[in-house]
């Protein structure tokens, strides 16, 4: 059974429609880029996942549980599904350490202690365990998305969805978060990233998805798609960003 | 009989500036309590709950203090009611400032980012905790300087009470005039006393408004 499974989705902002029929099957495990101009779609895509986003039609399951009905939990699908933005959007007010123990201590009730060792094994993993007790405004762009990446692994997600987490930093800060994604995704974490970095995707991406004015125009094994495009549209997107 | 204004009179004076900053605070803590729940009630995603507390501002907002003191004090009586100044002016204040500090709380907790909501949300905090512990914690900081200088508003308004009786510094300053007829020299010293209350507070309003400028 996939663990997200889209079908047939469709959202609009008032007349304008951002999604038609855009329908996407992701088994356990794989690692999904999904490629595309701004304003193709990909980042609402994205937040309709978590159900940050409503749709207006479609039906959007995670492990099974149904994301766009009223009586599912969000509360407790999110706590599966992570996100990580393009604009870091850690909380200013806290240090790192609560920025990463806050929702395992408020939404799953762990001991402060236990949060806090939790919090120390994420930081370890994003190679950033002596920032504990740092402030968001003292850490680099790369380091603060790296401490949004350890903030989200704390919740332990069975799905991490990544949008645009390079986008906003300078090019030699992107590669430390890079090699954080590349860690987390040889982890075998299931992983959904709208990502502007081809390279990634190529090594990576078990799977690209090419979406194009609000559909999902192409998409194939990563390596195939990138290097042999089908579509006309592709091939000028790719031609257009590999420059 | 008329007497000297003496240094008495100003300890009389100073004495009922106790009642001034004991309206202040009380309508301050009151005016606070109902004032958080409206700023909350117009931000959450419920429209009832938007328009009622919209409507609560523009109604409280729309009409002069005088007369919500004058209803309070004299109507209420009418209806079998009985209040006395001091509970009339406590009541009054309150539901003035709470308009005003509803007012200036909900615009300090929509300063704040969407995505800080998003990604509170995102972590499974449910909206209560996305309030509680990422949303309020930093609107506080936009908050403090319009509070304060709210409150200074509040020191001075309470004056107004001095119609319906209540004795604070501007109704012991009408009795002290009244009784010495020295007005000029009486309303002067009321001014004075009013001006040590709050031009502190405006101070430290300031002093605070750039501490938080620079911990930015």
Not at chain 2, 33 to 39: D, F, N, P, R, T
Not at chain 2, 135 to 157: C, D, E, H, M, Y
Request: net charge positive.
């Amino acid at each position: 059974m996939s663990l997200v499974e889209i079908h047939g989705i469709n959202k609009s902002y008032g007349s304008v429609q951002v999604l038609k029929d855009v329908s996407l099957d992701i088994a356990k495990g794989e690692v999904v880029a999904v490629i595309g101009r701004s304003g193709s779609g990909k980042s609402t895509m994205l937040r309709c996942i978590n159900g940050l986003e409503p749709v207006q039609a479609g039906v959007i399951r995670v492990d099974g549980t149904q994301v766009n009905d009223p009586r599912t939990n969000l509360r407790k699908l999110r706590q599966e599904v992570g996100i990580v933005f393009q604009s870091f959007n850690l909380f200013p007010h806290l240090s790192v350490c609560d920025n990463i123990t806050l929702a395992p201590r408020v939404v799953k009730k762990q001991a402060p202690q236990a949060a806090r060792e939790v919090a120390r094994e994420v930081l370890a993993r994003v190679g950033l365990e002596d920032k504990l007790d740092a402030y968001p405004a003292q850490l680099s762009g790369g380091q603060q998305q790296r401490v949004a990446i350890a903030r989200s692994l704390a919740m332990r997600p069975k799905l991490m969805l990544f949008d645009e987490v390079t986008s906003a930093l300078d090019p030699e800060l992107t590669g430390e978060v890079l090699k954080v994604l590349e860690s987390v995704a040889s982890e075998g974490m299931t992983m959904i990233l709208v990502t502007h970095e081809m390279g990634f995707a190529r090594r990576f991406g078990s799977r690209v998805v090419f979406m194009h004015e609000g559909r999902i125009h192409e998409q194939g094994p990563a390596a195939a798609v990138l290097a042999e495009p089908k579509t006309p549209e592709l091939q000028t997107f790719l031609s257009a960003v590999l420059h | 009989m008329i007497r000297e204004f003496g240094l008495i009179d100003v300890m009389y004076l100073i004495a009922a500036a106790r009642w001034t900053l004991a309206l202040t605070a009380t309508a301050f803590i009151g005016a606070s309590l109902i004032g958080i729940v409206i700023a909350i009630a117009r931000i959450l995603p419920f429209a009832p709950l938007r328009w009622l507390s919209a409507a609560y501002i523009h109604i409280v907002q729309g009409t002069p203090l005088l007369v919500w003191l004058f209803v309070i004090f004299f109507g209420l009586p009418l209806v079998g009611i009985s209040v006395n100044p001091w509970l009339a002016a406590a009541t009054a204040f309150s539901v003035y400032g709470s308009a005003f500090l509803g007012e200036i709380w909900r615009g300090a907790l929509v300063s704040i980012a969407k995505t800080q909501w998003e990604a509170g949300a995102s972590l499974g905090l449910s909206l209560g905790e996305q309030l509680r512990y990422v949303i309020i914690p930093q609107s506080i900081r936009v908050a403090i300087p319009p509070t304060v200088g709210f409150l200074v508003q509040l020191i001075k308004n309470t004056s107004l009470a001095a119609v319906i009786g209540f004795v604070e510094l501007t109704r012991e300053g009408q009795l002290t005039a009244a009784g010495t007829y020295k007005p000029f020299a009486v309303y002067i010293t009321v001014a004075a006393i009013y001006f040590a209350m709050c031009f502190p507070l405006s101070q430290w309003s300031r002093s605070i408004e750039r501490k938080l400028d620079v911990a930015r």
